[in-house]
């Protein structure tokens, strides 16, 4: 056939699907909803094949539910605020918004050129200040109820981004965007209360069905501990310090008491002090360093006495203040009581700086001297050195001295999260205005919520330096809407994870505008039903999209408790790239050249790794459609990897994707050559192939296991063309064709369309309901005939192999004797459960079988040490005998020489002794 131009029929579909709006969903109350989401994606102007694998997974999904008869709802948005807007803004001169509209559009086109079958009426982007309103309307609320709060604090800051970043932000001591080093700074910043919701969100993480790494990555994040609060008050100062341990059990082990550098107690106490200089030499040093990097228990421990003496409120005793490099602030109080007996960075930390090291803990079965010890103890042990608690069990002691904190009122015990309050400050324009003005009369004022959306001015200035919404004057000064005198706007802008936090509950009611949302919708599509999206997305946006959900709950507008049903964690997409054993690392662009390293000028060898612009080893997705096709991109992310793997890019696996495609076009189109009317055992052959198919096929898209799927409708259109070949029954190809036309419609959607149409079909496919697998065609024994047919070709082909003659004029088959077909189903169920031999012939002494009893003792060994090879089916001997006459055509055709099918005892040649049930003695001459 003519080379077909794919892009034009996929162009024609496009507008087809978009004129009739197929795709478009309402609330239908007689069908079962199904709602599919991808996350909600940052237009960065360009797919990538991230992207578009992400894309891929999802659509097909979308399509196979809704032609299961699912009312599917499946939308797009974007993630539109951001800081690479601002940049643009800052670098280039442009205007956010234009920027950001651009990329939308540039992105949407690429969306709609792979034929994803989104909702476009449903789309939504967070710079909408129809959208941010709710993001403040949500802020007043939280607010209202306690849940917002404002708070000096020590943040992570990003001097490149001139903003305030989250503690999951900061990837290695880095800025996840520009990786700029992240230093502290101590500011007055907006906060969400998530660890009010702490314990809900740990413990719900058990009926998710989320991949188990994920509930892993944030049970750890959320780190649940219990223990108890110790208060420490610093001497000389009205400075209480509340000390979360799970280890009261050593508080009379505490000789000393370490800060963090960069607690902002500790500059207050130095400052003007003899201490003050060698302070902030070690603070810049600290800052310098990786947070992560400083709890590592191999650092080198750096620190300091300040001066101060905190009181030990078990025993009153006063102990020295120091600050040291493997305390963080942000951790817990930003300061450790120090117990060098039994923590191991206290041990090493007291023997550099001379310190007292006082064992609390005995083990059982001898002493620990602390002149002698060369590291710390952290097992169990009966109380020394600690007054009414000597020789309690520490494990009892834990609890007893608890107690006594509690009747002393300085301490208790308590649940403890790692998990920090939501900081949702950021010094930057484009993200939404956070709705607070700061009256020098009323204080901290909310708008109130009719004067909603407070919206983002035009006349601000970008210069890269500071937040550009103090540029704004009209902005910045407003009046107080309680006394109505002058005032000013709060100047931040909340963090653009509010926006991905709750932009699924949107998707749902896009034009309402009455409320955030409109309940009757929410409670008919909420929750989502199938979340695809990167595993990197596993703590900041699923955490807090969790943390939303639960507030718009508690807000009256949802009835569940969680956002997502179900989780789909897509894998990388990898390509090879040169890599340099000797130097150990990937090449970048300009590092190698004529296959060798420029640094170290040794050969490179290709490795695979995750596709990376600063490598240079992407591929352009659109490059990709423009050359093949869409369906051709799309069919090649599907069946290279199912959805959880990594994904090995291969411009070979691409190419031969396009030559199956086209093939699969042309068996859709082409004429039947051969057709006969009767029966024959192909045709039940072709029938059982092709309702395994279909449910084969239908579950494993249902299990999210699409390579699979793929790879089966593979084999079952090489068998629908091998069936053409050899001859067809007219109507069971057409049913063939009809339901590989509709099976393979979420794959390659465009190519099933175009054949839909040209076969005379009412459009379109994709609204065609999947077919059922019919159980009658499944007969266990047509699958059984199928294998012996296979398996008697593949014996005939490894014999040719063997005895290499140049050409051969006969095949004798020889079908076992009778008796051998009694015996298998007398023994069918004791060799499955590998009884043994002495009870298996005694069964047989009992039968007719007797009389062969001699060549039984020989055979029933065998069976036993390997039943795997034991048909699943033994059909009736003269059933086999039939079934091999039938076939005896085929093999003539397929080995081009006399076919004879004989009967062990009628068969002159001795090899027929070695004939079992299924598995034909073979005699070639």
Request: charged share 30%; net charge neutral; with cysteine.
């Amino acid at each position: 056939m003519s080379k077909v131009n794919w892009r034009e029929i996929e162009l024609k579909w496009q507008k087809k699907w978009e004129k009739a709006k197929i795709f478009k969903v309402d609330i239908d109350k007689n069908k079962e909803k199904y709602y599919c989401l991808e996350m909600y994606p940052y237009p960065s102007a360009a797919l990538h094949m991230g992207h578009l694998r992400n894309y891929s997974i999802g659509d097909c999904f979308a399509r196979f539910k809704r032609m299961k008869g699912f009312n599917v709802m499946y939308p797009m948005g974007y993630d539109s605020f951001g800081l690479p807007a601002e940049n643009a803004a800052i670098h280039h001169g442009i205007d956010p918004e234009k920027w950001t509209n651009d990329n939308i559009e540039a992105i949407k086109a690429q969306q709609k050129s792979i034929g994803l079958s989104y909702d476009w009426d449903r789309e939504i982007y967070s710079h909408d200040e129809k959208n941010y309103k709710w993001n403040q309307w949500v802020f007043i609320k939280l607010f209202e109820k306690g849940l917002a709060y404002q708070e000096e604090s020590y943040v992570n800051w990003c001097s490149s981004c001139n903003t305030v970043l989250a503690n999951e932000q900061v990837i290695n001591g880095k800025c996840w965007r520009c990786s700029t080093q992240v230093k502290p700074k101590f500011l007055k910043q907006w906060f969400l209360k998530i660890r009010n919701y702490a314990e809900e969100l740990l413990n719900e993480l058990d009926n998710l069905d989320w991949p188990e790494k994920v509930k892993i990555m944030q049970r750890n994040w959320i780190g649940r501990s219990e223990g108890t609060q110790v208060e420490f008050k610093i001497d000389g100062t009205n400075e209480i310090i509340p000390i979360f341990t799970t280890r009261p059990d050593t508080l009379y082990g505490v000789t000393f008491f370490i800060f963090a550098p960069e607690h902002p107690l500790v500059e207050k106490w130095v400052n003007g002090t003899k201490y003050e200089k060698e302070f902030k030499k070690l603070l810049k040093e600290v800052q310098e360093i990786d947070r992560f990097k400083r709890t590592d228990i191999e650092i080198e421990k750096k620190g300091m006495f300040i001066g101060k003496y905190a009181i030990n409120p078990i025993n009153k005793e006063k102990i020295p203040v120091y600050i040291g490099n493997f305390v963080i602030y942000e951790y817990g109080a930003g300061a450790v009581m120090a117990v060098p007996a039994h923590d191991q960075r206290d041990f090493e930390f007291a023997k550099k700086f001379n310190l007292p090291i006082r064992v609390v803990i005995q083990p059982f079965d001898y002493e620990l001297h602390p002149d002698k010890m060369s590291r710390a103890y952290i097992g169990e042990g009966k109380l020394v050195n600690s007054e009414e608690f000597n020789q309690l069990d520490n494990e009892v002691a834990k609890k007893e001295i608890s107690n006594k904190l509690n009747k002393m009122k300085k301490g208790s015990a308590i649940v403890n999260y790692r998990l920090r309050d939501w900081l949702i400050s950021r010094q930057r324009y484009w993200g939404t205005p956070i709705p607070i003005i700061y009256c020098d009369q009323c204080g901290v004022v909310p708008v109130p919520y009719e004067n909603l959306p407070v919206k983002l001015p035009k006349d601000v200035k970008f210069t890269g330096s500071g937040n550009p919404l103090e540029t704004s004057e009209d902005f910045v000064n407003t009046i107080c809407p309680k006394c109505e005198e002058p005032a000013k706007r709060e100047t931040d802008t909340m963090d653009t994870f509010i926006d991905s936090s709750w932009y699924f509950f949107r998707f749902c009611t896009p034009k309402y505008h009455k409320a955030i949302v409109d309940k009757k919708q929410i409670d008919y599509w909420m929750p989502v039903d199938l979340y695809i999206g990167g595993i990197e997305h596993a703590i900041l946006h699923l955490l807090y999209a969790r943390f939303f959900t639960k507030v718009l709950r508690d807000f009256g507008f949802f009835k569940g408790n969680e956002p997502f049903l179900k989780l789909l964690t897509q894998g990388m997409v990898n390509k090879e790239h040169p890599f340099c054993v000797n130097c150990n690392k990937f090449l970048h662009q300009g590092e190698y050249k004529e296959e060798k390293c420029l640094e170290c000028g040794e050969s490179y060898i290709m490795k695979s790794t995750k596709m990376s612009k600063s490598l240079g080893n992407v591929v352009d997705p659109n490059v990709i459609i423009d050359s093949y096709s869409a369906d051709i991109a799309r069919f090649f992310i599907l069946t290279t990897a199912n959805p959880t793997r990594e994904l090995e890019w291969s411009d070979a696996g691409v190419n031969n994707v396009a030559n199956f495609i086209n093939r699969v076009y042309n068996l859709f189109l082409e004429d039947i050559e051969v057709a006969h009317e009767k029966s024959e055992i192909e045709d039940a052959f072709m029938l059982f192939h092709l309702h395994n198919g279909i449910r084969k096929v239908t579950e494993s898209i249902d299990a999210l296991k699409i390579r699979d799927a793929t790879n089966v409708i593979t084999d079952l259109v090489e068998k629908i063309r091998t069936y053409k070949r050899e001859g067809v029954n007219l109507e069971i190809y057409n049913e063939c064709i009809h339901i590989l036309n509709i099976i393979l419609t979420p794959f390659t959607p465009h190519l099933c369309e175009e054949v839909w149409e040209k076969r005379g079909k009412k459009p379109f496919v994709s609204l065609e309901k999947w077919p059922e697998f019919n159980e009658k065609y499944l007969d266990p024994e047509i699958e059984q005939k199928w294998k012996m047919y296979n398996d008697i070709i593949e014996d005939i082909k490894e014999i040719l192999k063997v005895i290499k003659i140049p050409s051969i004029s006969t095949i004798e088959i020889c079908v076992a004797a009778k008796w051998k077909f009694n015996l298998y189903k007398l023994i069918q169920e004791d060799i499955k459960q590998t009884i043994e031999m002495k009870k298996i012939m005694k069964k047989i002494m009992n039968t007719d079988l007797k009389k062969n009893n001699k060549e039984i003792a020989k055979l029933i060994p065998k069976l036993l040490s390997n039943p795997g090879n034991f048909p699943n089916q033994v059909l009736e001997y003269d059933n086999e005998l039939d079934f091999f006459k039938q076939i005896k055509e085929n093999l003539k055709q397929k080995f081009q020489c006399e076919i004879v099918i004989n009967q062990e005892e009628k068969s002159k040649n001795s090899k027929s002794k070695q004939a079992l049930p299924s598995k034909p003695a073979i005699v070639i001459q």
